[in-house]
């Protein structure tokens, strides 16, 4: 296991294929209109994917089929070799989910909130520390910032036993410069000890190694349009 | 391990590279009632505004239809309780409102033990600060509505057991209509049939005591329609909820 740690998670695209998250063929649309088809990627242990596009290209409907929100897609989406819908459930027991609406609760303080997501008194004290909400503790969410508000949801990242899969729909929001590059700090341990991250982000993001995935290379082809045009 | 995966690339591999994946921890059903009822001391006027409202129109009643003890001591029974219905239903809109437009029922559809446990001690949290206030103070209005004295009791016991029924039936509509902007009537229209059986039983209960019976049978009907709700209720609400939230 520990050799295992230390290599470079790539042994072979197979076994990457069967430890990891594997989107192939993937189309996904939203209220009749195709977003993007034939997506393909592959998120290993110890590797980041991170999804752009423009705004409306599909970025939160793909963040929402991956966590199974959203089942209407076609194509597979692969948890550690099994197939969605049946990988799904083992895929969420070792997931980590940020959304855009990042469920924090304003009527609770940061403490309450991490002790919602199941974390210990101290543990929480921690993870506010380390992202600097030391003195915010029993502040009511409600008065804090957007962006207090943003590290209040990104502290569940500092948390211990994190689970291996972050999947992060625009952590960088809302956030100013040091809290962007503790958070790329943050990103790059979860990376070394062989988690995975995707994430999706307007702005680059300086984590390694880091695949990038843009929505705009899978924009559906305009069969159809063209075809209207020929006939016209 | 490494060698399993090469050798064979179909072959599952025994054990996952990374660390055992942790289930991600679940808020117990205690954490969830704790949350919820914090949550529901600090919104006050949440629970406020409905009991504000029951007392209200029920003062404003002897106004509207006279102050002839007689005909206020027949209509009191079915007053109080069809204000404890709408003041129910006037609160129960906001139920997952909030979870749901700050992320946090999406947070919870993810975990891995079913939404039941989460709504119902909402539910519950919705009863305790909506309906039981109603009923304790139901005597008091009975009082000023000039209702009999049999009556008090069957009264208080019915609106506790029916408001429980209420809150429950309501969670459902409430989760239903979560991802609309504005449900306002169609919330009402969705869970007034619902209500009615509760109703006519907690009316029956407290109109069986003036008349002299034993209001037994109608408390118990009461009940078994609260055993009922209990149990389907709030798994109609979280497949609901789960619909709500695909779209």
């Known amino acids: 296991m520990a050799s295992e740690l230390s290599k470079s998670p790539v042994p072979d695209a197979q076994s990457v294929r069967e430890q990891s998250l594997a989107v192939s063929g993937l189309a996904c649309e939203r209220d009749g209109r195709l977003l993007f088809e034939g997506l393909e990627f592959t998120l290993a242990p110890g590797a980041a994917v991170q999804v752009e596009g423009a705004n409306g290209a599909g970025k939160s409907t793909l963040i929402r089929t991956l966590i199974g929100s959203a089942s209407d897609f076609t194509g597979t989406i692969a948890w550690q070799g099994l197939a969605f819908p049946r990988g799904l459930a083992a895929m969420r027991a070792s997931l980590l989910y940020i959304g855009h609406y990042a469920g924090v609760r304003r009527g609770l303080t940061p403490l309450e909130n991490l002790a919602w997501y199941g974390a ?3 543990d929480a004290m921690r993870a506010l520390e380390l992202v600097g909400l030391y003195g915010f503790e029993d502040v009511l969410c409600q008065q804090l910032s957007a962006g207090q508000n943003r590290r209040v949801a990104l502290a569940r990242l500092y948390l211990p036993d994190s689970p291996p899969l972050w999947i992060l729909d625009e952590p960088l929001a809302a956030l100013d410069v040091t809290g962007v590059a503790g958070l790329e700090t943050q990103m790059n341990c979860h990376l070394r000890r062989g988690g995975s991250v995707l994430l999706t982000s307007h702005q680059p993001v300086n984590i390694a190694p880091l695949q990038r995935v843009n929505l705009a290379d899978f924009s559906p082809r305009m069969a159809v349009e063209e075809e209207l045009h020929r006939a016209v | 391990m490494q060698s399993e995966s090469v050798g064979d690339g179909r072959k599952r591999i025994a054990e996952p590279v990374l660390r055992p994946a942790v289930p991600a921890a679940a808020p117990g059903f205690f954490t969830l009632f704790r949350t919820e009822l914090t949550l529901a001391v600090r919104r006050r006027s949440d629970i406020v505004n409905p009991l504000l409202f029951f007392v209200t129109v029920l003062a404003l009643m002897p ?10 001591s027949r209509m009191a029974a079915g007053l109080i309780w069809v204000m404890a219905l709408l003041s129910t239903l006037l609160s129960q809109e906001s139920l997952f409102r909030s979870d749901y437009e700050d992320g946090s029922l999406e947070q919870l559809a993810l975990q891995s033990q079913p939404l039941y446990f989460p709504v119902l001690a909402k539910v519950l949290v919705h009863w305790l600060v909506t309906g039981v206030p109603l009923a304790v103070l139901s005597p008091l209005l009975g009082m000023m ?58 009316t029956g209960t407290v109109q069986a005591a003036l008349d002299g019976y034993g209001y037994g049978p109608q408390l118990a009907i009461l009940g078994a329609i609260l055993a009922a709700a209990a149990a389907l209720a709030p798994l109609a609400a979280a497949g609901a909820i789960r619909i709500s939230l695909e779209n």
């Open chain 2, 63 to 72: 106004i509207g239809i006279g102050p002839e003890p007689e005909m206020l």
């Open chain 1, 120 to 122: 210990g008194q101290d």
């Open chain 2, 145 to 202: 509505l000039n209702l009999g004295q049999a009556g008090y009791w069957p009264l208080l016991l019915s609106l506790v057991l029916g408001t429980a029924s209420l809150s429950l039936i309501g969670a459902v509509g409430a989760a239903l209509t979560v991802a609309l902007r504005r449900p306002g009537l169609l919330l009402a229209l969705i869970i007034m049939p619902l209500y009615v059986p509760v109703l006519i039983f907690g």
